[in-house]
């Protein structure tokens, strides 16, 4: 019996947020703050001959401006990657210094150059028209293909053909001998477009130091806020850990971009520890642009070997992944082990082999953006195999259902060993599909598709059924596979002396809602009201150490770690219980808050106990006063969620404008605290999802010029281009967590973006079109079309 | 050189030298620490600023202070009366309208703006009217659902 879990519990965030009072970085003032400006390249790839900084630094206001030679001069180092993936060949991963501030060369349109300090933002501004920088152009390359060429402009000197490593999973030999075997082979080559993540709130940070005790305190929109302290004291900056703080206070949005550590954080801190006074920045959007870690930029050739029945037999991928210009955080591990690992899908694909390039070009670097590596992969399977179902005029759904991996739960039935590394926890992929063709009436759809057609309209049908790996992850086996961090995570629980609780968690909301859904769980385990819980994220002076947020892992990782703590909890306060009730453990009985003596009415309740705990006057002898408990969870596996995801569009063939209908999705988190916040979770990643098919793109010249650098050319999804979503799920519990949690966080981005590509080419079927890259504008749509039946 | 204003914001008068130069929205958030007013863009483009201003809804960003001399302004923080939420935020709260709650306000002051102007629109009319206004994470549904709860609400 649960009182909250399961339900659709309202978030008790909200409150703040809908009536302004929300704390975001860029809303705190603090006394004595001044302003970064932050001057950018606007080279992608140009030698830095001069700056000049004398007329700058006397202008009105202006307190400091500094450059990458001065940050040098401190010993700031640059900043670290945290991911390394070595070359096949057993070569070290190439890691070329990424610095703060550029010194000698720039190597993207947006990496700073120089700080400027003033009083106000707009004298910073000001300030920085003053400023003469010198510079020479040097050729740039933005295509990793073309950056892997002969005679393509170096991006590091010391990495060749501009590699940052090659990289390869699964058995290349028993592939090739698959593909020997086939009645077919359906081929594709596609691009996976770099997107800009986003997130509505641009990032922030603000610098302060109080020099009286060496203390240091980093505000800033970050996903991770101790990983964050960790990189900015071990590596970057050599402070002492323990005299620094980095809090994340309400972060608006994340979707990635803010796990990584900027050079932005590392600017702020340095410059308020070297001026003694508060330096705040914040991003304008067109720097967010040129200064956001980017996400995806793939370019995949794929290939599917089967048998005539429509029997996968063998799968082959070879992608050429941008990295940027630099290597951030986690880049290296996206395109590999978050994207290669997962090319088994739901499928039974008895061979796989995958090779990935990592390349440097002169853009903005590149790391995980909601999904990171996953929807890259469901993209070119859910792409392959529409093409396949195609060739072999069988319908989409069939050929999927012919492939399913068959369902096991993870305990009666052992998981599925993948052929490329992963073991899946639990899975029941037919029922995901049945459950959505079911509730889309998928016939129906069809035979409405005929008829239209007849009309002269095009609808399409998109399916695709996904698997992702979340809850990361093993500290163990990422160290093995090349991360530098543990991915554990932490909860300390606090009773109060009254019975209210207190919750510090190491994991980070920015949207996700775990004020609410840890509460939910809290309450329900101590049996006590949900307005008796606060949770505590995102200030690493109050919260044990964590890895935060992203991966969809709060609740599979986070959330575990901190059921644990509450274990511990109520371990301890049972043996308080007893001795209150002078009665044995044993004859104890625990529910909705009170401890009873089996078959009588005597009890005690949980704010009892608590009060006893710390007014040890009547206590158990052998116990430490105080209620309070702390847990490190590191999970036994990744968690696999999956679903089956069905988009319905029209095409307008004359114009090429493509609408989405309708949209349904069944997904499977496993066992589901808050239905409310996992539909809008559910919701807000089918949007990002299409965005990608439809509308986002972030679009380089040859020369390294970003050419849709602000909201105006770049396409943001937007209310009125969507229907209402229809969304359902099952339910397969994790069976190695002990909530049998999976994960909702990225599913729908996942999903949604080889849905909406399958429906498109679904629907110019009859023009004999097999696929349109993304985004799937008019243009392109219409081009497609004509090029096409200029063919045919 | 500061210009000389007086607004009104949220039933309460303000008199304030200004940099000519200044944002209606940098007023509302660094001079009168308004801070529920966002900014999420440098183009006029995200909504997240958008305020009643004489009446109607206006993206703050787009306007100089001065512009706001003698203007009587609606912000996110004014629409709580005694304690007592307005139902359009209590329509977000209930239809779980918002996730990281960055571009609330700015949606919440749209749609204030939209049922003040029509009272009881259409699903149609509501995502029309969310046009300018950028989500990132609900994926408008649970907006528009916020919206329509609101319209039933006030209109009862
Ligand atoms: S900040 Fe005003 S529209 Fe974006
Ligand atoms: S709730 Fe995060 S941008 Fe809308």
Same mark, same amino acid.
């Given at each position: 019996m649960t009182t909250y879990v399961g339900k659709p519990v309202r978030r008790v965030e909200d409150h703040r947020f809908i009536t302004g009072r929300g704390r975001y970085v860029d809303d705190i003032k603090l006394p004595g703050m001044v302003y970064a400006y932050i001057v950018r390249s606007p080279y992608a790839h140009a030698k830095i001959l001069s700056i000049d900084t004398s007329q700058a630094s006397t202008a009105p206001g202006v307190i400091a401006v500094l450059t990458g030679k001065d940050l040098e001069a401190d010993g700031i180092g640059g900043l670290p990657c945290g991911w390394q993936v070595n070359f096949r060949d057993g070569t070290q991963m190439k890691e070329p210094r990424h610095p703060v501030i550029a010194v000698d060369k720039v190597r993207h349109v947006g990496e700073p150059v120089a700080v400027i300090i003033a009083e106000t933002r707009e004298q910073a501004k000001d300030a920085a028209e003053l400023l003469t920088i010198e510079y020479e152009e040097l050729p740039a390359v933005v295509d990793p293909q073309k950056a892997v060429e002969d005679?393509?402009?170096?991006?590091?000197?010391?990495?060749?053909?501009?590699?940052?490593?090659?990289?390869? /999973?699964? @058995?290349?030999?028993?592939?090739? $001998?698959?593909?020997?075997? =086939? @009645?077919? /082979?359906?081929?594709?080559?596609?691009?996976?477009?770099?997107?800009?993540?986003?997130?509505?709130?641009?990032?922030?940070?603000?610098?302060?130091?109080?020099?009286?005790?060496?203390?240091?305190?980093?505000?800033?929109?970050?996903?991770? *806020?101790?990983?964050?302290?960790?990189?900015?004291?071990?590596?970057?900056?050599?402070?002492?850990?323990?005299? #620094?703080?980095?809090?994340?206070?309400?972060?608006?949005?994340?979707?990635?971009?803010?796990?990584?550590?900027?050079?932005?954080?590392? /600017?702020?801190?340095?410059?308020?520890?070297?001026l003694k006074r508060p330096v705040k920045w914040t991003a304008e959007r067109s720097e967010s642009f040129l200064s956001d870690r980017h996400g995806r930029d793939h370019r995949t050739k794929v290939q599917l070997a089967l048998k005539n029945d429509g029997t996968f037999l063998g799968l082959k991928v070879r992608?050429?992944?941008?990295?940027?210009?630099?290597?951030?955080?986690?880049?290296? $591990?996206?395109?590999?082990?978050?994207?290669?690992?997962?090319?088994?899908?739901?499928?039974?694909?008895?061979?796989?082999?995958?090779?990935?390039?990592?390349?440097?070009?002169?853009?903005?670097?590149?790391?995980?953006?909601?999904? $990171?590596?996953r929807p890259e992969a469901t993209y070119l399977l859910e792409r392959i195999v529409d093409l396949a179902a195609r060739e072999l005029n069988m319908d989409p759904a069939d050929i999927r259902k012919k492939n399913f991996i068959p369902p096991f739960d993870g305990i009666e039935q052992p998981g599925y060993q993948t052929q490329v590394a992963l073991q899946y926890d639990s899975g029941n992929y037919e029922a995901a599909l049945n459950r959505l063709l079911e509730m889309a009436n998928y016939s129906e759809w069809r035979r409405k598709q005929q008829e239209l057609r007849s009309q002269g309209r095009y609808i399409g049908l998109g399916l695709a059924t996904y698997i992702e790996a979340c809850g990361i992850a093993p500290s163990a086996v990422v160290g093995a596979l090349g991360a530098r961090a543990g991915l554990y995570d932490s909860?300390?629980?606090?009773?109060?002396?009254?019975?209210? #609780?207190?919750?510090?968690?190491?994991?980070?909301?920015? &949207?996700?809602?775990?004020?609410?859904?840890?509460?939910?769980?809290?309450?329900?385990?101590?049996?006590?009201?949900?307005?008796?819980?606060?949770?505590?994220?995102?200030?690493?002076?109050?919260?044990?150490?964590? +890895?935060?947020?992203?991966?969809?892992?709060?609740?599979? #990782?986070?959330?575990?770690? +901190?059921?644990?703590?509450?274990?511990? /909890?109520?371990?301890?306060?049972?043996?308080?219980?007893a001795h209150l009730l002078e009665a044995p453990e044993s004859d104890l009985e625990f529910r909705e808050g009170r401890w009873y003596v089996k078959g009588t009415e005597?009890?005690?309740?949980?704010?009892?106990?608590?009060?006893?705990?710390? #007014? *040890?006057?009547?206590?158990?002898?052998?116990?430490?006063?105080?209620?309070?408990?702390?847990?490190?969870?590191?999970?036994?596996?990744?968690?696999?969620?999956? &679903? =089956?995801?069905?988009?319905?569009?029209?095409?307008?063939?004359?114009?090429g404008e493509v609408k989405l209908l309708d949209y349904y999705a069944v997904d499977d988190f496993g066992n589901i605290v808050n239905p409310l916040v996992v539909e809008g979770q559910v919701h807000g990643g089918i949007v990002q999802g299409v965005g990608q098919a439809l509308y986002e793109e972030a679009r380089y010249d040859e020369n390294g010029q970003l050419l849709t650098g602000t909201f105006l050319e770049y396409a943001m999804p937007r209310a009125d281009e969507f229907p209402m979503f229809k969304v359902d799920h099952t339910v397969t519990p994790c069976p190695h967590n002990p909530l049998g949690a999976k994960g909702a966080g990225e599913t729908g981005t996942i999903a949604a973006t080889a849905a909406v590509a399958n429906a498109v080419a679904d629907a110019l079927q009859p023009f004999g079109v097999k696929h349109v890259p993304m985004p799937m504008t008019p243009q392109r749509v219409w081009t497609a079309i004509q090029a096409s039946q200029q063919v045919s | 050189?500061?210009?000389?204003?007086?607004?009104?914001?949220?039933?309460?008068?303000?008199?304030?030298?200004?940099?000519?130069? +200044?944002?209606?929205?940098?007023?509302?958030?660094?001079?009168?620490?308004?801070?529920?007013?966002?900014?999420?863009?440098?183009?006029?483009?995200? &909504?997240?600023?958008?305020?009643?201003?004489? %009446?109607?809804?206006?993206?703050?960003?787009?306007?100089?202070?001065?512009?706001?001399? %003698?203007?009587?302004?609606?912000?996110?923080?004014?629409?709580?009366?005694?304690?007592?939420?307005?139902?359009?935020?209590?329509?977000?709260?209930?239809?779980?309208?918002?996730?990281?709650?960055?571009?609330?306000?700015? +949606?919440?002051?749209? =749609?204030?703006?939209?049922?003040?102007?029509?009272p009881n629109p259409s699903e149609a009319e509501i995502r029309h009217a969310l046009e300018g206004n950028f989500c990132r994470c609900t994926g408008y549904q649970n907006i528009v659902k916020a919206i329509q709860y609101a319209a039933a609400k006030m209109s009862s």
């Open positions: 005679g393509a402009p170096l991006v590091h000197d010391d990495a060749p053909r501009n590699l940052a490593f090659d990289w390869e /999973i699964g @058995d290349k030999a028993k592939t090739e $001998a698959a593909f020997q075997e =086939a @009645d077919r /082979i359906v081929e594709l080559e596609l691009e996976n477009q770099r997107l800009v993540p986003n997130a509505i709130e641009p990032r922030a940070a603000i610098g302060d130091y109080n020099p009286g005790t060496d203390h240091t305190t980093l505000y800033t929109t970050s996903q991770n *806020p101790h990983l964050i302290r960790l990189l900015l004291c071990a590596f970057v900056m050599g402070l002492p850990e323990h005299k #620094v703080r980095v809090v994340s206070p309400d972060v608006g949005g994340g979707f990635g971009s803010k796990i990584f550590h900027y050079n932005e954080e590392v /600017i702020v801190t340095w410059a308020a520890r070297k992608t050429y992944a941008n990295l940027g210009a630099y290597l951030s955080t986690f880049a290296p $591990a996206i395109p590999t082990y978050l994207y290669g690992t997962l090319l088994q899908g739901v499928y039974t694909t008895p061979a796989i082999y995958c090779e990935v390039y990592g390349v440097f070009t002169h853009t903005v670097p590149v790391d995980a953006y909601r999904g $990171a590596g909860a300390t629980v606090r009773v109060h002396p009254t019975g209210k #609780v207190s919750v510090y968690v190491g994991v980070h909301a920015h &949207g996700q809602g775990h004020e609410t859904t840890f509460a939910q769980i809290v309450a329900d385990k101590l049996g006590i009201a949900l307005e008796d819980v606060e949770i505590v994220h995102g200030d690493t002076a109050e919260i044990p150490f964590g +890895m935060g947020t992203y991966g969809s892992r709060s609740l599979a #990782v986070g959330g575990s770690a +901190m059921v644990r703590a509450l274990d511990k /909890i109520l371990e301890k306060a049972t043996k308080i219980a005597k009890s005690i309740s949980f704010p009892e106990v608590a009060l006893a705990a710390y #007014v *040890p006057h009547n206590y158990p002898p052998d116990l430490e006063p105080g209620l309070e408990a702390e847990s490190f969870y590191d999970p036994k596996n990744f968690t696999f969620p999956f &679903g =089956a995801h069905l988009a319905i569009v029209e095409v307008d063939p004359e114009t | 050189m500061g210009v000389p204003i007086k607004v009104t914001v949220n039933g309460r008068q303000y008199e304030a030298e200004v940099d000519p130069r +200044m944002l209606l929205v940098h007023f509302l958030r660094d001079v009168l620490d308004l801070t529920g007013t966002h900014v999420g863009c440098d183009t006029s483009s995200c &909504g997240a600023c958008t305020v009643i201003l004489n %009446g109607k809804a206006v993206k703050s960003c787009t306007l100089l202070a001065v512009q706001a001399d %003698g203007a009587e302004i609606l912000t996110v923080e004014g629409l709580e009366q005694n304690g007592k939420l307005h139902p359009i935020q209590e329509g977000f709260r209930e239809e779980h309208g918002l996730q990281c709650g960055f571009c609330t306000p700015g +949606m919440i002051m749209t =749609a204030y703006d939209l049922l003040q102007r029509n």
